[in-house]
Nanobody, 124 residues
Framework: QVQLVESGGGLVQAGGSLRLSCAAS????????MGWFRQAPGKEREFVST????????YYADSVKGRFTISRDNAKNTVYLQMNSLKPEDAAVYFC?????????????????WGQGTQVTVSS
């Protein structure tokens, strides 16, 4: 059983930056595809970014491409999401997710393990 714990959320002004972290335990981290999703009030959970375990490929939602960067440190069992040039529309609860599937996965249902989420608030 994999446990995921996110951290790093908070309040930031538009144009600012935050780095989210997701620490994993209970599994072989290097064999998990890791994803970041977000959910704003009244909206469905949406894909943000993913990093596959098989070759380290990264993928991004169009809305964050060029502003967000996903990275992983397999030695620390941690995946990061560096968020720059934040906009008010980026405000949401951000969730980390993990799956043993190797393909790039943009659908929440394809992930097996989830963290509790961390709140990101962006003031205009």
């Amino acid at each position: 059983q994999v446990q995921l714990v996110e951290s790093g959320g908070g309040l930031v002004q538009a144009g600012g930056s935050l780095r989210l972290s997701c620490a994993a335990s209970g599994g072989t981290f290097s064999y998990y595809t890791m994803g970041w999703f977000r959910q704003a009030p009244g909206k469905e959970r949406e894909f943000v970014s993913t990093s596959t375990w098989i070759d380290g490929s990264t993928y991004y939602a169009d809305s964050v491409k060029g502003r967000f960067t996903i990275s992983r440190d397999n030695a620390k069992n941690t995946v990061y999401l560096q968020m720059n040039s934040l906009k008010p529309e980026d405000a949401a609860v951000y969730f980390c997710a993990a799956t043993r599937r190797s393909a790039p996965l943009m659908t929440p249902l394809r992930y097996d393990y989830w963290g509790q989420g961390t709140q990101v608030t962006v003031s205009s």
